[in-house]
């Protein structure tokens, strides 16, 4: 009825341009529905399971080859994909993709501070022993994680735990 009213009285008024309040709430109802998607489609993202790769096993070592708060480097799942074992200083192990995801340098397990890090000499860059995330320095994504099985007296690698992003 206002835009037969409008067609039939061409006239411009100064009221034309405020805006009502139906126009208003329809404005901030749209604005925090999409807010509310917006919101859900990240908690989602979120909540992504890993990129878990199931490679042929393989035995890394044996349990005693490794000294509490030392690391062992080894390749898995091929000769050229570089790794390194770690027995953290609570004795259990835990297995990264020893390239770097910076700029590919290896990286070393170190003790700084009493913080176990797995640290890249090349920039500075360092993870976290714990899931391997970024804690210092240019690396954009974390380690990659090995999957890791004690049988017995062995260490085994069973695949490789991604980020879904990297
Ligand atoms: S290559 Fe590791 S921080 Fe740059």
């Not at 770690?86 to 995801?101: E, L």
């Not at 700029?103 to 640290?119: G, H, I, K, M």
């Not at 976290?128 to 994680?145: A, T, W, Y």
């Amino acid at each position: 009825m206002n835009e037969k009213i409008k067609q039939d009285f061409p006239i411009e008024w100064e009221d034309d341009h405020f805006v009502t309040r139906r126009e208003f709430f329809k404005f901030m109802t749209l604005a925090s529905g999409g807010l509310a998607v917006g919101t859900a489609a990240l908690a989602a993202y979120a909540k992504l399971p890993k990129d878990e790769r199931v490679f042929e096993a393989a035995m890394i070592c044996k349990v005693d080859d490794v000294k509490i708060g030392s690391a062992l480097a080894f390749s898995y799942p091929r000769p050229n994909d570089l790794c390194l074992l770690v027995r953290k200083q609570d004795g259990n192990f835990a297995g990264y993709a020893r390239r770097c995801t910076h700029l590919s340098c290896p990286v070393e397990y170190e003790v700084r501070n009493e913080r176990e890090l797995l640290y890249c000499p090349c920039h500075n860059g360092a993870f976290s022993v714990e899931d391997g995330s970024v804690v210092q320095g240019p690396p954009p994504h974390p380690l990659p994680q090995i999957k890791l099985e004690i049988r017995g007296n062995e260490v085994w690698a069973l695949g490789i735990i991604k980020e879904k992003h990297s």
